[in-house]
């Protein structure tokens, strides 16, 4: 069972740049909500770890000692990930496997860039 | 005067990607840190106004009208952007003029894309 973020919307909203004009509330909600979740230090490092992983994949288990902190914080960190929309869950028998969204980053980057 | 944040050490770690290897402490705090100060929805639609501004600048005189809040609220959300190194802060005369540190949301942005 994969748990999917609200990804359509999401990325929808998160398409809305920065740079572009005056964004409206709805679109600086969303976009205010993944940057929020980059916020802290940990979970950029643990986005990194992913996207530095096969398939932009890492499980669970190899999250732990790299970052240096307990299953359960890294599982508090990765569920604030999940709910931004930034990368999605899947379970596999004991452990739990993490994906950055396909695309959301660049979206998110393409928010910021002045660049076409 | 202009108020500067420390702006070539934080271009470096800002430069750090988030999708070509894993961070280290130190780049994965600086780029926290700037997250972290777009990780509000009034800061996301201030950044924007001031980025669709000419020359990517405003004044705080023009700023409060279009985000609703007063302007005590709005400083303060300007000064987390500055000490962030997103934005430069310039007194002139009564009113003071917010500039996009230029570069900064490009670089920012590079570290999210995996376009090279």
Redesign the interface.
Known sequence: MTTLPALPSAAVACCSP??????D?NQ??A???M???????????L???I??GEDQEACICDLTE?IGLSQPTVSHHMKLLVEAGLVTREQRGRWAYFSIVPGM??A????????P
Request: aromatic share 2%.
């Open positions: 920065v740079t572009a004009g005056i964004l509330d600086a909600e976009l205010a909500r940057f929020k979740a980059l916020g802290d230090p940990n979970r950029v490092k986005l990194s770890i996207a530095a790299p980053l660049d998110l980057a393409d928010t910021l860039a002045s660049r």
